[in-house]
T-cell receptor, first 117, second 115 residues
Framework: AQSVTQPDIHITVSEGASLELRCNYS??????LFWYVQSPGQGLQLLLK??????LVQGIKGFEAEFKRSQSSFNLRKPSVHWSDAAEYFC???????????????FGTGTRLQVTL | DAGVIQSPRHEVTEMGQEVTLRCKPI?????LFWYRQTMMRGLELLIY????????DSGMPEDRFSAKMPNASFSTLKIQPSEPRDSAVYFC?????????????FGQGTRLTVV
């Protein structure tokens, strides 16, 4: 069964500092990986996704993520955090192709980012 | 496109009452998902539809929960009777799926409080 682990429940960084949010996944085939962001009271917004090709993926709002198959990881990074980045971040994994009923995404438990000024 | 539209945004109801949550997916999308988010359990997939047909409802907690998708532009999630432990934020999401998987677009959610 597919699963996602986000080991950090809560992270605090200073504005302007770099950020890395960890995500490890378990999946038996080629995964389709996502990072979503959820601001308070809002739905989830897609930041970036990885399907194949270049393992370094660029997303919106200056975020990037690197897929490392050997480590089963898909960590999210940003070189300089802004106060508006404070939110909850979710990593998700799913199959790259529809395979019967196995086409749903599995989400991690999320990492709450706090940004100090 | 206005995105995925959910209504109501907030719902407060008494235990035992029936609650209906509504979702309008993005036009042209053929898959629709209902998720529940709580502090304790995080984001859980309840059920999803492909081309209006329920594909996997294994996440539906119990028989009190039911979901329908009568057409491509509308879905409901019903809880009858509601209980305090059903209090959560319920998200609807839609995507276009044909062979290759694609990302899901989420609505803003319905915050349900059962007292």
């Amino acid at each position: 069964a597919q699963s996602v682990t986000q080991p950090d429940i809560h992270i605090t960084v200073s504005e302007g500092a770099s950020l890395e949010l960890r995500c490890n996944y378990s999946y038996g085939a080629t995964p389709y990986l996502f990072w979503y962001v959820q601001s308070p009271g809002q739905g989830l917004q897609l930041l970036l996704k990885y399907f194949s090709g270049d393992t370094l993926v660029q997303g919106i709002k200056g975020f990037e993520a690197e897929f490392k198959r050997s480590q089963s990881s898909f960590n999210l990074r940003k070189p300089s955090v802004h106060w508006s980045d404070a939110a909850e971040y979710f990593c998700a994994v799913g199959p790259s192709y529809l395979t019967g009923t196995a086409s749903k995404l599995t989400f991690g438990t999320g990492t709450r980012l706090q940004v100090t000024l | 496109d206005a995105g995925v539209i959910q209504s109501p945004r907030h719902e407060v109801t008494e235990m035992g009452q029936e609650v209906t949550l509504r979702c309008k997916p993005i036009s042209g999308h053929n898959s629709l998902f209902w998720y529940r988010q709580t502090m304790m359990r995080g984001l859980e997939l309840l059920i999803y539809f492909n081309n209006n047909v329920p594909i996997d409802d294994s996440g539906m907690p119990e028989d009190r929960f039911s979901a329908k998708m009568p057409n491509a532009s509308f879905s409901t999630l019903k809880i009858q009777p509601s209980e305090p432990r059903d209090s959560a934020v319920y998200f609807c999401a839609s995507s276009f799926r044909q062979g290759r998987n694609t990302e899901a677009f989420f609505g803003q959610g319905t915050r349900l409080t059962v007292v």
